[in-house]
């Protein structure tokens, strides 16, 4: 059955409709640019935002998702597991 907000527009504010494996590559664009990030297994995040800016989430607790736009999941620098692109 189809959700009775399926006609609603898609906007950065909205749930996720789908979602992809991140593997961290120091030079390769994501796949899709998420709206955020689930992060399975704690530890640091590197990343290049769309902004290009390039900054490092430390400390993130496993089960987070973090609201970021991110270009690039940098494997230099990440330590956390199972990041999961959600858009």
């Known amino acids: 059955t189809l959700s009775r907000h399926a006609a609603l ?7 996720a409709r789908s979602g992809f494996a991140v593997t961290p590559d120091d ?7 998420p709206r955020a990030l689930f992060v399975g297994g704690g ?3 590197k990343m290049t935002l769309v902004s290009g800016d390039v900054i490092t ?3 993130v607790v ?4 973090i609201a970021v736009r991110a270009d690039i999941i ?3 620098g990440t330590t956390a597991t199972s990041i999961v692109g959600l858009y």
């Open 62 to 65: 496993g089960g987070s998702v």
């Open 9 to 15: 527009p898609i906007c950065l504010t909205s749930p």
């Open 57 to 59: 989430l430390t400390g």
């Open 27 to 33: 030079s390769n664009s994501l796949t899709n640019t």
């Open 43 to 45: 530890g640091n995040i």
């Open 74 to 76: 940098w494997s230099t």
